[in-house]
């Protein structure tokens, strides 16, 4: 069973992302927290497998809870889920440890599939915001190929410009006519090569420096 935690300053957004999510029989809301400080007690408290995050809330915001519930409880997982309005937000998530971004409005089907592939180690980042946060990062970027591309295959390129893109391991497989397994060894040497730790933080490097077309 899922263990989830809920963080949304709106009663209805809680309330609503609580049937979805208890509509899944791998799944189960452990608590509901209305801003971040809520948020970070209930994970001391429930030890969830995953928060699901709002960002822009009162009192501590979901980039702040984020940060200290990555850095304390670095077994609990975060997955934002933002709105348009949030966008110049998402990179300050990044660096504070979210491994995923959905767009509020996200059907409930891909909610669920989000939830689920964050917990088992992938990444989800809405299309929406990695394009957004691509723009962002490049009024501060060069823009420019860097070291970092030499240092990968041709194909392990491809593949971080997937992972990038919010590909998982099985969008990354059919795309490049590869075995899951190939793709999960090339996922890891990927990760190797760049010294970090996960999907999200290779995605940022990839955009920061402009190795994504």
């Not at 501590?60 to 990555?70: C, H, L, P």
């Not at 860097?146 to 590909?167: C, H, N, P, Y």
Request: hydrophobic residues 45%; aromatic residues 4%.
């Amino acid at each position: 069973m899922i263990r989830i935690v809920i963080c949304d300053d709106q009663a209805v957004v809680r309330e609503g992302l609580e049937m979805i999510l208890n509509a899944d029989h791998e799944i189960e809301v452990v608590g509901l927290a209305e801003d971040g400080l809520r948020a970070i007690e209930l994970a001391k408290e429930k030890s969830p497998d995953l928060v699901l995050m709002d960002l822009n809330m009162p009192g501590m915001n979901g980039i702040q809870a984020t940060r200290e519930i990555t850095k304390h409880l670095p077994e609990v997982k975060v997955l934002v889920l933002t709105t348009f309005g949030e966008d110049d937000w998402v990179f300050d998530a990044v660096r504070s440890g979210a491994l995923g971004y959905l767009l509020k409005g996200t059907p409930g089907q891909e909610l669920v599939a989000a939830v689920k592939g964050t917990v088992a180690g992938e990444s989800h980042i809405d299309p929406s915001i990695g394009g957004k946060l691509l723009a962002q990062v490049a009024k501060n970027s060069e823009g420019k190929h860097t070291t970092l591309a030499l240092d990968l295959s041709e194909r392990e390129l491809q593949v971080l410009k997937l992972i990038a893109q919010g590909f998982t391991n099985s969008d990354i497989s059919e795309r490049l006519h590869l075995t899951k397994g190939t793709v999960r060894n090339y996922v890891s040497a990927v990760l190797s090569k760049l010294e970090v730790s996960d999907r999200t933080q290779a995605a940022v490097l990839a955009i920061k420096y402009g190795l994504v077309d």
